[in-house]
């Protein structure tokens, strides 16, 4: 049957109505200069351009090597669709670029490094640019010899293996901190270079994801993105305790301020006001302190950028309590925030020249395929809004005093003698000092102790002694009559560094460190001093002088929190010890298995099921990020149906209740991991089933390797 005219007419108006909806929104890229005009900085202050497309695509960390050239590392086949396709091709880069004027701008570039896999962590040495790519931690240094910019030697620095997980739930940082250590997250070690040598040693579990940064002390810029976390453990250095304090983050801390109101957020509704603005952390990353000369008025807070929010949070600490206190240093506003739907910031850090400079991923979608399959609300609002076109692009800015125009010299440390460098120790631009206490110590000439002791005892600036101190430890040459001298420092915090410092001989119990911790009991009223007293000793074999401690202290105030993480440690460690005597009788392999199970369930599914089994609810709401583990049919019930939904992830409803997002596959660890962590959680929080092997793993994959998709319940009935 013929359709009428008007019938015909109604229908070409509807598809008109749906074309200009659809055109209407449509996100589209911007120019950086256009884009610039929608990113809300505050007053005073400006952004500049360091570099764009096409000189760099795809950005995701920046750093600077000792002469100040900065390198960039690209993921160029981060998320090219919303199905990742080609997302593990060897097409990434790390790119060099140089501000041959010192205006800000990068005028000269090169392809350092080419052929990389999801480069996601670079470090600089001396003339050595240390990278890790993603699904290993195999570390490699690679060098330019020949000076054409790019890097023609490469070799293993470091061995650590086949990572696995998704692109959120692999380590990220590789900072060279005050102590010395070469720190990551998703890591229980951490890594020291000791005589040209690379040793490696617990330095506290890091469970945040991506970036990482720290202060003038050493404490870490960490977050948890997966559970909602903006910033955690910044109490003292992560070495004595992942410490988190009632009240450390102010009220509401965690909600945001975004004036961009596209809803591509992993949560959903939940996680959105009515105006459709994010409403609290979700993507909370690149956590950095701000350290730079430039703009002093900032020195000291923490920043972290939510790309999500397409905003950076910029926060101050209080230290005015009896512990240190997060506060939003822009209360209910955003320090930056962006119109521009494609600025992604995605890490944050203080350059050479003391400005902050801001890594913008610049493009549509902004979160790993897991969340993003066909069906998910993600891939609603991506394909809404045609996120997925805006690929391949990419901005680093800087943010400058509003009148600031001075050309940057650059610093040229490596051509520099080991005599003129120590003067940089003393540098407003914690960049600087640290960069200077890096390159002495991997040059290791032990010579120059003499003067660098000299310097500490003449100095009158606290931050120049402590990065004296510290180039002292990492050159071997301190000694307890010298550590025990500025340990009875009227200087605090110098005073809290050398008993750091002095930790080596604390545990051998030498006679000399163990008299000077004992004067600070008897005698110090200082609660920082008393504070490292406790932190150095709690893990010591000083038992004693622990004991003369709390018989002294046990009611000082300051020092409560730290008592109470304490004894919550040794309670679980307690508890913990239990658990594993119970099931010794089950024999020693099945033990071994627990052990590597719970090691494997801390540093990856706690996130979403919940340290206890019973899941993680989402910030400020009921709702659980994912499904129980403890008393689950399907943890305790068909051996072959839980391998399925480990290997392969499981998506829809779950017990007549929604989770957001899929569960991510497994698949990418081996048989023996998947084993040991599933036998794990049908053995915890009062479960208990038989265990799964490494056989009954690969028996499984074998029969269902041409699957790709998430399994649904239905499908495994």
């Not at 992942?242 to 961009?260: A, C, G, H, R």
Request: charged fraction near 25%; include cysteine; charge should be positive.
């Amino acid at each position: 049957m013929k359709k009428t005219f008007l019938s015909l007419m109604l229908i070409s108006s509807s598809l008109m109505a749906e074309q200009v909806t659809s055109l209407y929104q449509q996100v589209k890229a911007l120019s950086p200069v256009e884009s610039m005009k929608t990113i809300q900085v505050p007053e005073g202050y400006k952004l500049q351009v360091v570099a764009s497309e096409p000189m760099i695509t795809e950005p995701v960390d920046c750093v600077w090597d000792a002469n100040g050239d900065m390198y960039v590392i690209e993921m160029k086949t981060y998320m090219q669709d919303a199905n990742a396709t080609g997302q593990f091709d060897k097409t990434s880069r790390v790119m060099k670029l140089t501000d041959t004027d010192g205006d800000g701008t990068m005028d000269m570039s090169s392809v350092f490094i080419d052929g990389l896999m999801l480069p996601r962590m670079i470090l600089p040495l001396d003339d050595r640019i240390l990278v890790c790519e993603t699904n290993t931690f195999d570390i490699y240094s690679y060098r330019d010899t020949n000076g054409d910019g790019k890097s023609d030697e490469k070799k293993i620095w470091f061995k650590g293996g086949r990572r696995g997980g998704n692109m959120e739930h692999q380590a990220s940082g590789l900072i060279w901190n005050m102590d010395n250590w070469i720190y990551t997250t998703k890591s229980k070690f951490s890594l020291k270079i000791v005589d040209g040598k690379v040793q490696k040693a617990y330095r506290g579990n890091l469970k945040g994801q991506w970036g990482l940064g720290h202060d003038d002390d050493g404490n870490l810029a960490i977050g948890a993105a997966g559970y909602e976390k903006s910033f955690e453990h910044f109490q003292n250095p992560v070495l004595y305790s992942n410490s988190k304090f009632p009240n450390e983050l102010e009220k509401d801390f965690n909600k945001v301020w975004p004036i961009d109101n596209i809803p591509d957020t992993q949560g959903g509704h939940r996680r959105l006001r009515k105006d459709n603005t994010l409403n609290n952390v979700t993507a909370a990353c690149g956590q950095t302190v701000y350290r730079g000369e430039l703009m002093p008025e900032f020195y000291g807070n923490y920043l972290l950028a939510e790309p999500v929010g397409r905003l950076i949070r910029m926060a101050k600490v209080d230290t005015s309590l009896a512990f240190k206190q997060m506060r939003n240093a822009y209360p209910n506003s955003e320090f930056i925030r962006s119109t521009d739907a494609n600025f992604r910031p995605v890490n944050l850090k203080t350059g050479p020249d003391g400005a902050l400079y801001i890594v913008d991923m610049y493009r549509g979608i902004i979160q790993e395929a897991n969340w993003t399959k066909k069906g998910s609300y993600l891939r609603g609002v991506i394909d809404k809004y045609g996120l997925a076109k805006n690929i391949q692009m990419g901005r680093i800015y800087r943010l400058i005093p509003k009148d600031y125009s001075a050309k940057f010299t650059r610093p040229d440390i490596l051509n520099k003698s080991s005599e003129d460098i120590i003067p940089l120790l003393a540098k407003k631009n914690g960049w600087m000092r640290s960069t200077a206490r890096k390159v002495l110590i991997l040059r290791n000439d032990k010579s120059i102790a003499p003067q660098l002791k000299r310097a500490l005892s003449e100095s009158k600036n606290t931050q120049e002694k402590i990065e004296l101190l510290w180039t002292l430890e990492g050159l071997q040459a301190l000694d307890p009559n010298f550590l025990v001298t500025q340990m009875s420092s009227n200087d605090e915090r110098l005073a809290v560094h050398a008993m750091r410092a002095s930790e080596p001989w604390l545990k051998e119990a030498n006679k000399d460190i163990l008299a000077s911790f004992k004067s600070i009991i008897n005698n110090s009223q200082s609660n920082s001093i008393l504070t490292q007293a406790f932190l150095s000793l709690k893990d010591s074999s000083a038992k004693q002088s622990l004991q003369e401690f709390f018989a002294k202290h046990h009611q000082n105030d300051a020092l409560k929190h730290h008592f109470s993480q304490w004894n919550k440690y040794k309670e679980n460690k307690r508890k913990q010890q239990e658990q594993l005597d119970s099931l010794a009788g089950k024999g020693p392999i099945f033990q071994k298995i627990m052990i590597a199970g719970d090691k494997h369930y801390k540093s990856l599914c706690f996130a979403c099921h919940g340290a206890n089994g019973e899941g993680t609810p989402m910030a400020g709401t009921d709702t659980m990020l994912a499904p129980p583990f403890k008393g689950s049919k399907r943890v305790l019930g068909n051996k072959d149906k839980l391998i399925k939904i480990a290997l392969h992830g499981l998506m829809g409803p779950v017990d007549g209740k929604t989770y957001p997002g899929a569960m991510e596959s497994l698949a990418s660890h081996d048989d023996k991991y998947i084993s040991e962590v599933l036998t794990y959680i049908r053995n915890s929080w009062g479960n208990s089933a038989k265990l799964i092997s490494p056989q009954d793993v690969k028996h499984t994959r074998k029969h269902n390797k041409k699957r790709k998709t998430p399994w649904t319940l239905k499908e495994l009935k």
